[in-house]
């Protein structure tokens, strides 16, 4: 196998010492050009990230987009205002005028025709309009309609950003309501707060008045009564009115439905009041007690404890101790039945009344007249 000490073995050949330590070296110099080449690389990208704007760097999901709530904000705000009530304070020293309260109202035409709750102007000797661009205008009281709790106010300006009504009917349970007022006064004007519409038609009574009202979980405080409760489409569905405040309480807010307020607010403008049907009947709701002492064929309905003379319903055959039963072919349970019924017609309609006479029933039609000046 050997032919001199110049042959070599024949087969694999076993590598040195010496080449061991060149092949490392080698593979060192050549992985720290590759680490520091990639450090160069990695830093310039995020360099130029940096560079970038925060939207190009990371877009949003719906770049430009601002939230509903924003927008109603933009739109509606600047026609919610705030409502100092003033009144005069004399003592024998002295004679002052003193802020009695603060409230919101909404401007819903150009001119300066401002809607808000007539507990917030109530018992006023001035009232002071104070707009969302800080301007501060005397307010003049138009007329009031103290069943619905609405007042119609005007300043002397034109010009002026103005909300748009929308359709309160047609409002569901779980939509978007955002409330624009001023609670606490001044210092936290044109406040706004988000929520959802709770409930439709709660019926909410209050110092001998019945009020059927929007539900709504967004914030109401003092001072956001008169302001706007908006939809999703920048329109007022309802006129902040009620909060319901108790320790034990949260998020039960109510509104006034635009659909209640416009025909109010239009009347109110129109006439200086708010001109209703009326059927022309005194009496009450039927108890049992007047079951048993009238002898009465019905357990509930309208007891009809006198006619005014003249009066639509006496015209029409109707008689003291009828029992109202039915109106326009809606069951008749308790006044206030009856009252609502009679507000959804017109002057000049005619409505099916039946009432229940002694033990027989009988039907009438009443022509509605406009209710005589209380």
């Known amino acids: 196998m050997y032919r001199d000490d110049r042959d070599f073995y024949v087969g694999e050949r076993r590598p040195g010492l010496i080449s061991y330590l060149l092949t490392a070296l080698l593979g060192a110099v050549i992985g720290g050009f590759i680490v520091v080449f990639a450090f160069q690389v990695l830093a310039a990208g995020n360099q130029e990230l940096g560079n970038r704007e925060p939207d190009q760097a990371q877009p949003p999901v719906a770049a430009g987009v601002a939230s509903p709530v924003v927008q109603i904000a933009e739109k509606v705000g600047p026609a919610v205002v705030g409502i100092s009530n003033r009144i005069d304070v004399s003592t024998y020293f002295t004679h002052q005028r003193v802020e009695k309260g603060f409230g919101s109202g909404v401007i819903f035409r150009e001119d300066g025709y401002i809607v808000t709750n007539f507990h917030v102007i109530e018992d006023s000797d001035q009232l002071i309009i104070h707009l969302a661009n800080g301007e501060k205008l005397p307010g003049e009281v138009i007329g009031v309609d103290r069943r619905t709790d609405l007042a119609v106010l005007k300043v002397n300006k034109k010009g002026l950003k103005t909300a748009k009504f929308g359709n309160s009917d047609k409002v569901r349970v779980g939509e978007l309501a955002v409330a624009i007022g001023s609670p606490l006064g001044e210092e936290f004007a044109s406040t706004v707060t988000a929520g959802v519409i709770s409930a439709l038609n709660r019926t909410v009574d209050l110092d001998e008045q019945r009020f059927r009202l ?53 009347s109110i403008i129109e006439h200086g009041k708010v001109i209703r049907p009326w059927i022309g009947i005194l009496g009450g709701s039927v108890d049992p007690a007047m079951v048993e002492r009238f002898n009465l064929g019905a357990k509930e309905g309208v007891f009809i404890s006198e006619l005014p003379s003249g009066s639509p319903a006496g015209k029409a055959g109707i008689k003291a101790g009828d029992v109202i039963v039915s109106f326009n072919k809606k069951d008749i349970k308790e006044f206030e039945d009856l009252r609502e019924n009679i507000e959804e017609l017109k002057i000049g309609d005619k409505a099916e009344v039946v009432v229940i006479r002694g033990k027989d029933k009988q039907t009438f039609t009443v022509t509605l007249e406009q209710m005589p000046d209380q």
């Open 214 to 266: 929007l539900q709504t979980d967004a914030a109401i405080n003092p001072g956001n009564s008169g302001g706007a409760l908006v939809n999703s489409g920048s329109e007022v569905i309802g006129i902040n009115s009620i909060k319901i405040v108790d320790i034990n309480v949260e998020g039960i807010n109510f509104a006034i439905p635009s659909n209640t307020v416009r025909p109010i607010v239009e």
